[in-house]
């Protein structure tokens, strides 16, 4: 079983969570790292799944909101390039995908969808982390989801590391969690049954410290069982 991963550019360590996480529920697994360094992305054409991992922002010209490149972090184009083009070529292949964090917004950004640019400018509450404490807070699943089927959870507690998130939803696309203050917490397809598998959670499921939590641990089993029945 090979899976595709991208470099989210971030140290070793923090890389390396996603991997541990997942290897946790399928120690077998073996990763492709792809990265606009290395040239790579065709790769994914030999792998199973492809995990859609965090790291700094979306160039928001992507998404019709050039003027607020200004309150965006870390923008890196060639980046955002490159991996539009993974995930078309994952999409042809109909392969099992999963986002996280940043990886959650770019998929909604290739379908389409918008963003807002920086949450407490918005009116949002602070969903970041502060001084290297974990933000936990709830979010509330949508009861018919497929996030609802994998955690057997109407509600979970979940690490926050984020400035920005979801405005309008993708092509395709469902909501199925929500933070108290309203922002879109997970999302999904909302017609699954011809369509590869996609969850895709605006937290970070491979850096919680509860690692057998629902919101961790039966994500990256029903990602892995995705890939096993590809």
Request: aromatic fraction near 6%; include cysteine; glycine fraction near 6%.
């Amino acid at each position: 079983m090979r899976i595709a991963i991208f470099d989210n550019h971030r140290p070793k360590h923090i890389f390396e969570n996603y991997l541990h996480w997942i290897q946790s529920v399928e120690p077998s697994v073996e990763f492709v790292k792809l990265s606009y360094h290395l040239a790579n992305g065709a790769e994914v054409g030999n792998c199973d799944g492809l995990v859609l991992t965090g790291g700094g922002d979306i160039h928001p010209k992507y998404y019709g909101m050039e003027t607020c490149l200004a309150e965006t972090e870390e923008v890196n184009e060639k980046r955002d390039e490159f991996e539009f083009e993974v995930i078309d070529q994952a999409l042809e292949r109909d392969l099992p995908l999963l986002g996280v964090c940043r990886g959650m917004q770019m998929m909604n950004v290739f379908l389409k969808g918008t963003l807002v640019v920086d949450l407490q400018t918005a009116g949002f509450l602070d969903h970041t982390q502060r001084n290297g404490v974990e933000n936990l807070h709830k979010v509330e699943v949508q009861e018919t989801s497929l996030l609802s089927e994998t955690t057997r959870e109407r509600s979970l507690t979940i690490n926050s590391v984020h400035h920005q998130a979801i405005q309008t939803l993708g092509n395709g696309l469902m909501a199925s969690a929500l933070s108290p203050d309203g922002v879109i917490e997970a999302a999904e397809w909302i017609m699954k049954d011809r369509m590869p598998f996609l969850m895709l959670v605006q937290w970070h499921p491979e850096r919680m410290k509860d690692e057998q939590s629902p919101a961790a641990r039966n994500i990256a089993e029903r990602f892995i069982r995705a890939v096993r029945q590809q």
